[in-house]
């Protein structure tokens, strides 16, 4: 069997780091997209290391910019046809500026860009590549697309933007289904080790969304990464409606 071929947006840490690592345990390809070269470097090694073979390609770019978009696809082409799309990478923006309605539009803008925009824009980029039948499209929301929240700083935008992911993807379902491409969209509670959260993790904060949690514990990336490789497997078989 050839080698599978996946794609991880934000793949250098956190829960897009073990996706990217479980996807290449498992015999994928991985390419990891970010913003930060080195950062993905190191988890190219990291993660290489870890499966004892040289399966991570780190590309280099800004999701929110549609020529780097569409250059990171150029390098992704010649890897051949897309078995699994994670559409990982997004932020919890930083609060607006001040208190001003222009402050308050830009921070919106910004976190549309980035936890919205950048899926849009690497899925359509890379529809044409994924694999027909058999390619799994895969995006990572939130449980504050339905519950709010962790964007209280920047007004709920985060939110807002993650919801919008779910109708964007069920449109998608009914564009790729007929091509035998599945698409699913999760959304995790809170994942702790990962670099979301940023300044604001402290022992505190992680008490209090463990104990908002029903389970009475903190997911973890691994958990996420086994559910996209579930979501992601070709075992999974869809049968193409034509
Ligand atoms: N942790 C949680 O509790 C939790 C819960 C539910 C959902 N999520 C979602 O899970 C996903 C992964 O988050 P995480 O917790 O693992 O946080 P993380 O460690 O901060 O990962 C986010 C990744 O996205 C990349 N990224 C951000 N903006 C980008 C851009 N414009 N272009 C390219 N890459 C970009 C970052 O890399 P660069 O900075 O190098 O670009 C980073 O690798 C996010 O969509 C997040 O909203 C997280």
């Keep these: 069997m050839t080698e ?6 934000g793949g250098g840490t956190g829960i897009g780091k073990a996706i990217a690592r ?28 870890a499966v004892g ?30 078995d699994v799309l994670v559409n990982n990478a ?7 500026a001040d208190d001003s309605l222009p402050a308050l539009a830009e921070a919106w803008r910004r976190d549309l860009d980035t936890n919205l ?33 962790a964007g209280s700083h920047s007004a709920g935008s985060y939110a807002a933007a993650k919801a919008a992911l779910h109708g964007w993807a069920f449109g998608l379902t009914r564009q790729l289904g ?10 995790p509670g809170y994942v702790a080790d990962t670099e979301i959260f940023g300044d604001r993790w402290s022992e505190r904060f992680h008490a209090e969304k463990v104990a908002d949690t029903l389970v009475g514990r903190a997911g973890t990336p691994e958990d996420v990464a086994a559910a996209v490789a579930y979501l992601g497997s070709p075992r999974r078989a869809i049968s193409p409606a034509r």
């Design 178 to 187: 007929p091509d035998g491409i599945t698409v699913n969209v999760l959304a």
């Design 90 to 96: 997004g932020a919890v923006i930083t609060a607006p």
């Design 53 to 82: 073979a040289a399966r991570v390609v780190p590309v280099g770019v800004d999701l929110t910019d549609a020529r780097q978009v569409e250059a990171a696809v150029q390098r992704i082409a010649p890897l051949g046809p897309v």
């Design 117 to 149: 925009v950048t899926a849009v824009l690497l899925t359509t980029a890379l529809l044409d590549r994924l694999r027909r039948p058999g390619g799994r499209l895969i995006v990572i929301s939130s449980a504050a697309a339905q519950r709010g929240g």
């Design 4 to 9: 599978r071929l996946a794609v991880v947006s």
């Design 22 to 49: 479980r996807l290449a345990g498992d015999g994928h390809r991985v390419v990891v997209l970010g913003r930060r070269t080195e950062v993905l470097e190191r988890a190219r090694e990291e993660i290489d290391e």
